[in-house]
């Protein structure tokens, strides 16, 4: 059994204890962190492939991340990688599109 699947299962437990009133919300809220699947690390072609997909220029794309086009241009050429809360939204971008930020 992979990890993924036993923390699905692990925090689906603990969801029916919390709706049961046995785990507060507190404690329910920490459960959901500690269950969260970790970014991806994003490669230069990830990025390249992520805002084509969306049919944006780097321009457009680096206003919705809120970083700048050089850094979106960097990213796409491998000099720098996207990490942290930049790794985050290109998850968002990828699994539900630009207009998930807007």
Known sequence: ??????????????KRLHDAGYMDDLTMRE???LCLTP????????????RKK????????????NVGKTTV????????????A????LDIVDRKGLDALA
């Open 54 to 65: 969306a049919h944006a220029s780097q321009g457009v794309f680096a206003a919705f991340l």
């Open 1 to 14: 059994m992979d990890m993924s699947r036993i923390l699905k299962n692990a925090h689906r437990s603990a």
């Open 73 to 84: 241009a960097a990213w796409e050429q491998g000099t720098k990688k996207p990490s942290g």
């Open 31 to 33: 459960f959901d962190a």
């Open 86 to 89: 930049a790794s985050k939204l």
């Open 39 to 50: 970014c991806p690390d994003f490669t230069a072609e990830d990025v390249l492939r992520i």
